[in-house]
């Protein structure tokens, strides 16, 4: 059974700073791995996804990573701001069936200090 | 751009009591899930909707749950009889076929007394 890891549980920094996410996968028969944002009450923001056969995927500040023989992947938030401050969510889709249901890590929560 | 809706936002219920959650997935989108997340807990997956019937479904998604698409626009999730333990934030989340990015709901969040 697939399970995700996301450290740290939480994170502080202060405005400006550069900061990488981490999440991690027992399983690496991944079909995809997708990055989430979710604010305290609220619903999921789909940040990036990354596909299997891909190393990583940029937008923006945000730049997620993915290597899958070692079950791992990054997201590196360029000169963070206070309006980053949020949960940040891995999940991955396994590769069999179509579904492509998702599960997820328990979250990082950020909060970026003005 | 186009979103998931969900309704209600909030919805309190007695136990042993009926409970159906709607969501409007984006129009084009051809697969639908339901997900819920219990208070501190990790985002569950409970179920998968293609071509009018389930794909895949969870454990947790027992015989108390169902789902149903009654048009082309709403997709619902229904608890039959609910237990304290159902108290939870419901997300649906839908995809197109070839687009893999899921898109999810602003979410339900159920309280059962």
């Known amino acids: 059974k697939q399970e995700v890891t996301q450290i740290p549980a939480a994170l502080s920094v202060p405005e400006g700073e550069n900061l990488v996410l981490n999440c991690s996968f027992t399983d690496s028969a991944i079909y995809n791995l997708q990055w989430f944002r979710q604010d305290p009450g609220k619903g999921l923001t789909s940040l990036l996804l990354i596909q299997s056969s891909q190393r990583e995927q940029t937008s923006g500040r945000l730049n997620a990573s993915l290597d899958k023989s070692s079950g791992r992947s990054t997201l590196y938030i360029a000169a963070s701001q206070p309006g980053d401050s949020a949960t940040y969510l891995c999940?991955?889709?396994?590769?069999?069936?179509?579904?492509?249901?998702?599960?997820f890590g328990s979250g990082t929560q950020l909060t970026v200090l003005p | 751009e186009p979103e998931v809706t969900q309704t209600p936002s909030h919805q309190v219920t007695q136990m042993g009591q009926e409970v159906i959650l709607r969501c409007v997935p984006i129009s084009n989108h051809l697969y639908f899930y339901w997900y819920r997340q219990i208070l501190g807990q990790k985002v569950e997956f409970l179920v998968s909707?293609?071509?009018?019937?389930?794909?895949?479904k969870s454990e947790i998604f027992d015989d108390q749950f169902s789902v149903e698409r009654p048009d082309g626009s709403n997709f619902t999730l229904k608890i039959r009889s609910t237990k304290l333990e159902d108290s939870a934030m419901y997300f649906c989340?839908?995809?197109?076929?070839?687009?893999?990015?899921?898109?999810f709901g602003p979410g339900t969040r159920l309280l059962v007394l």
């Open positions: 999940a991955v889709s396994d590769s069999i069936g179509s579904a492509r249901q998702l599960t």
């Open positions: 989340a839908s995809r197109s076929a070839p687009q893999e990015t899921q898109y």
């Open positions: 909707f293609y071509n009018n019937e389930i794909s895949e």
